[in-house]
């Protein structure tokens, strides 16, 4: 089974800061099938990146991601008042399995 | 318009049984593949199991011999039969939609609670 660990776990920051989240996994993701989701507190998650760097329909392109093998990162360049959520990457390229998640709060 | 709707989740005691339903619209579930995901209170997301279009199954070795992933295409309807049930397997259940199964789930249903409890 493929481990996905993200830090950090929480990131407090301002509106219109950077955020940065990292996703590393215990082996190797095959072909970069490796995908980040949002979940806003009492809702289900949404898929924002899939394929490690493409952004799925209507994902504002302030959201990118980035990586291979087996470190990815999340980057959101400013963030907006509805990006304080928590975010969890995945891989679906053996199976399928989650990282734990990174909180985004505000500052 | 794409909707995945949970239904059938409640409390239930340690060894009990329950299904759950997810009825979709807006798409033809037996052409896609169907999974469930759950998230423990407070924790993260773990997948369940998986269903694919052609009809192959598989389940994560947590819930494996106890749930049961099927579907019916006449209802256009994704379920998961949960037998001995154990408090660990309290939860939030989502239904969720993949294009293949080397793919995202780019569909979320908004969930149905499972509690395990005497």
């Known amino acids: 089974e493929i481990v996905l660990t993200q830090s950090p776990g929480t990131l407090s920051l301002s509106p219109g800061e950077r955020a940065t989240l990292s996703c590393r996994a215990s082996q190797s993701v095959s072909t970069s099938y490796l995908a980040w989701y949002q979940q806003k507190r009492g809702q289900a998650p949404r898929l924002l990146i899939y394929?490690?760097?493409s952004r799925a329909t209507g994902i504002p392109d302030r959201f990118s991601g980035s990586g291979s093998g087996t470190d990815f990162t999340l980057t959101i360049t400013r963030l907006e008042p509805e990006d304080f959520a928590v975010y969890y990457c995945q891989q679906y390229g053996s199976f399928w399995t989650f990282g734990q998640g990174t909180k985004v709060e505000i500052k | 318009e794409v909707q995945l709707v949970e239904s059938g989740g409640g409390l239930i005691q340690p060894g009990g049984s329950l299904r759950l339903s997810c009825a979709a619209s807006?798409?033809?579930?037996?052409?896609?593949?169907m999974s469930w995901v759950r998230q423990a209170p407070g924790k993260g997301l773990e997948w369940v199991s998986i269903i694919y279009s052609g009809g192959g199954i598989y389940q994560a070795d947590s819930v494996k011999g106890r749930f049961t992933i099927s579907r019916d295409n006449s209802k256009n309807t994704l379920y998961l039969q949960m037998n001995s049930l154990r408090a660990e397997d309290t939860a939030v259940y989502y239904c969720?939609?993949?294009?293949?199964?080397?793919?995202?789930?780019?569909?979320w249903g908004q969930g149905t609670l499972v509690t395990v409890s005497s």
């Open positions: 807006g798409f033809i579930v037996s052409s896609y593949y």
């Open positions: 394929g490690a760097s």
């Open positions: 969720a939609r993949l294009r293949c199964g080397s793919c995202p789930f780019d569909f």
